[in-house]
């Protein structure tokens, strides 16, 4: 099947995808649109939870396998939309609805890339396509699960959008519920220890502390208060004061090394990770897949924002159609064109590699 025909057939599926909704742990009827897609070109496929997978038809263990993933979950829509998040509607060149930047639009230009690859009997890499459930909320039941089932994977393209430039990097998190502890008391009674006093040295604490090791692709280390909750009543002092604390990790740390250094050097009484799990992932400038990229005159940089890379132990980049300052924002849209190229541009690095 030649690409134009697989671009069109994408964006229908992307219409469909838009007009059920599949918040993340909910994506049944999005799942069942994926299984209709492999069911009409006739590849075999299975299905755990809500994640579809698939691998090419001449699949040989000896070779390498690159994994081609991106997730049919949404977040829920916000207030700001003016037009119905549940409705495919083509303005302009732009399809706009939920989740059709982030990340349909990667979605089904990998799929019609993987189904342009899927019966070709020379390709010096396997494929694996994995359409992935519970991104948006790293769930337990994403891609993460996947991993123990789909066969070993050596390198990843993980879709999510870029302007179709190669994000090379991309930070790890580490979300800390922070404690600063004080003396409770009556509001009408002295006292030199109060907890939301206390906090206005840690809140400058982690508005000035910087981590020594940075990075040349992801930059330094960012921290960030998040969340601050204190006191039930006007008249009492309170114990404490919780802080939510979100830490995006380059990759010249490992998330337990961010986890030692705030245990060690943070002025909170407590401060405990939520999960290790979320790490930063990088792939090499030199890699094949890479160099493939930079010789179609694509770009590399470092991602801030969290995607399925983050589960991944492989090296890994994230590569797709649509851009995304639109993600999570209201009316959100893609261009048509955007697939068109995203497509083509898939399936011309993959020829360069596989």
Request: overall charge negative; charged content about 20%.
């Amino acid at each position: 099947m030649n690409s134009i025909t697989l671009t069109n057939e994408a964006i229908v599926l992307l219409k469909k995808l838009i007009e059920t909704p599949s918040f993340s742990s909910e994506e049944e009827g999005t799942a069942k649109h994926i299984e209709n897609w492999f069911q009409q070109h006739e590849i075999p496929f299975k299905r755990k939870n809500n994640n579809i997978w698939a691998t090419n038809l001449h699949f040989d263990e000896n070779k390498p396998t690159l994994l081609l993933n991106s997730h049919h979950d949404t977040v829920k829509p916000n207030n700001g939309y003016t037009k119905n998040p549940f409705k495919a509607i083509v303005e302009n060149g732009k399809l706009y609805g939920l989740g059709s930047n982030d990340a349909g639009g990667c979605l089904v230009s990998l799929i019609a890339t993987f189904t342009y690859f899927y019966a070709k009997s020379d390709l010096q890499y396997n494929l694996v396509i994995v359409a992935s459930a519970e991104e948006e909320s790293s769930g337990e039941n994403g891609l993460n699960s996947m991993l123990s089932i789909i066969p070993k994977i050596d390198v990843a393209i993980v879709g999510e959008p870029t302007l179709m430039q190669f994000a090379i990097a991309e930070k790890g998190l580490v979300v800390f519920d922070a404690v600063v502890k004080g003396t409770p008391s009556h509001a009408a009674h002295p006292n030199t220890d109060n907890a939301i006093y206390n906090t206005i040295d840690v809140l400058k604490w982690f508005q000035e502390f910087t981590f020594e090791k940075s990075s040349s692709v992801l930059g330094d280390v960012k921290m960030t208060i998040t969340q601050i909750n204190a006191g039930k009543q006007h008249n009492a002092v309170p114990a404490n004061v919780k802080l939510v604390v979100d830490v995006r990790v380059n990759d010249a740390y490992t998330n337990q090394e961010v986890v030692d250094i705030l245990k060690k050097k943070s002025p909170c009484s407590e401060i405990i990770p939520r999960s290790l799990r979320l790490n930063s992932s990088s792939i090499p400038e030199k890699h094949p897949l890479v160099q493939a990229g930079i010789k179609l005159g694509r770009e590399t940089y470092g991602s801030p924002t969290l995607s399925d890379q983050a589960v991944l132990t492989c090296p890994s980049l994230k590569l797709g159609p649509g851009d995304s300052t639109r993600s999570h924002t209201a009316d959100e849209f893609i261009y048509l064109k955007e697939i068109e190229e995203g497509i083509e541009l898939y399936i011309k690095i993959l020829k360069e590699i596989v």
